[in-house]
């Protein structure tokens, strides 16, 4: 699927050949956005090994919260977490905004670097480890 841009999604969300990829509440053909995908991307259910991004999908701001500080203890200092929510346009009910992600990540110690349109439906925030934070938590 490739967006308003024309750029292929797993570009926009930085999916290289090699990474592993963590979606969390994914749509069911989430997959078949990301097509044509680099080699050797794997997908795992849970992040028991290392993670190169997260990918959360969520509609209800006190289920993300929780993801998040979930996510948080256990995100390699180098790992990227993209947060989608629904645009309004969408018309699928939400309590979350682009404000209320950063409202919940920065005090964990994410910061948003980047945002994209990820379909129609879904908008997507990168967020990752403060720089200050990945030494000390590598």
């Given amino acids: 699927m490739a967006g308003y841009s024309g750029t292929p999604l797993a570009s926009k969300l930085g999916i290289q050949a090699g990474?592993?990829?963590?979606?969390?509440?994914?749509p069911a053909d989430y997959r078949s956005w990301l097509a044509p995908l680099p080699a050797d991307v794997r997908f795992e259910s849970a992040p028991g090994r290392r993670?190169?991004?997260?990918?959360?999908?969520?509609?209800d701001r006190s289920a993300l919260a929780t993801i998040l500080a979930?996510?948080?203890?256990?995100?390699?200092?180098d790992?990227?977490?993209w947060v989608s929510w629904p645009k309004k346009a969408s018309k699928v009910p939400t309590t979350i905004t682009e404000d209320?992600?950063?409202e919940l990540a920065l005090p964990l110690g994410l910061?948003?670097?980047k945002v994209c349109a990820v379909t129609e439906v879904w908008s997507g925030l990168k967020l990752v480890v403060r720089r200050s934070l990945r030494a000390s938590t590598a």
């Fill in 19 to 26: 990474c592993a990829v963590h979606p969390i509440g994914a």
């Fill in 51 to 59: 993670i190169d991004i997260v990918h959360v999908f969520e509609t």
């Fill in 70 to 77: 979930r996510l948080r203890k256990k995100l390699d200092p």
């Fill in 79 to 81: 790992a990227a977490v």
């Fill in 100 to 102: 209320v992600i950063r």
């Fill in 111 to 113: 910061v948003d670097v």
